[in-house]
């Protein structure tokens, strides 16, 4: 077994993308098992891999790997927009953990932030994990609930604004959303997310957008919470009727989300919690992006 001493901490390479976000998965999935469907595992390889490739790109300060004897155990993606850093992404192989390599790691993507007015982390409900970011200097907590279940299309309210949304048409809402909910535009990603097969973008217009992919929402900002509550709403009818829809960390200043979900018949569940630190604006309206925050 590889010592502390035996790992590279280095940055990621463009060619690492594959590698650094497979390990990520492997890490996750061994602390929270997933039944998916072949299809639905490719389609989440790909996704994973152009995450990594994407951020490497536009972020190459913020990506770091660890190494054992040529192979990538761990991984570790931090992103800024706007002047708000955010850490897309942290795993380390059951393993590897416990001898200080996780903290090594950590260390120079967060140390890319380092000069940013604000900073943003999800957690995962891990104990390691919720300690080490708690521990970050400048960071507070906000706790977090999540919501899942079959969405009753009966309680969908009448006269919905939501419509299709295009980056380009639409980058003044999306930019002036996303500004107001976390103090960044979420455009540089956007292409990305969207390129998930499934992936829709709505818009209320002047109000804000959401990205959904089968009725869940993956990203949602807004300016107002009556736009985010439409758009909530849109993206569940944008997937099956009556599908199972889940989405997380909602905080307590968007009980707005709360409030839709139990109207939908959705169930409330345990979330990790959502660490900020500086001028990241009001976090609401605001359902964040696992992967961009």
Known sequence: MASGADVTIRSMRP??????????????????????????EAIRVAASTARAAHLQQTDPGG?????????????ALGLIRDGIWGFSLFGLLPAFQG??????????ALAYGAEAPGGIILSSSHPAA??????????????????SGAWDPLRVPA??????????GDRA????????????SHARDLPVLLARPGARLLIVEDGGFVVARNGSPCLLAARDEAAAEELLWGAFQSGP?????????VTAENQWAISVGLEAGLALTLEGPVFVRGEVGPMAPYVPSGAYL
């Open 130 to 147: 919720m300690r080490r970011y708690a521990r970050t200097p400048g960071y507070r907590l906000l706790p977090c609930v999540g919501l």
């Open 99 to 108: 001898r200080g390599i996780g903290s090594a790691l950590y260390a120079p």
């Open 173 to 184: 809402t999306i930019d002036a959303a996303s500004r107001h909910a976390r103090g960044a």
């Open 241 to 249: 009727r009556g599908g199972t829809v889940s989405f997380g960390f």
């Open 63 to 75: 990506c770091w790997v660890a190494e054992v004897d040529g192979r990538i155990v761990g991984t």
């Open 159 to 168: 006269g919905l604004r939501c419509r299709p949304g295009d980056l380009e």
């Open 15 to 40: 060619e690492d993308a594959e590698e650094a976000a497979a390990a990520a998965h492997r890490a996750l999935t061994q602390l929270y098992p997933v039944d998916v469907s072949p299809e639905e």
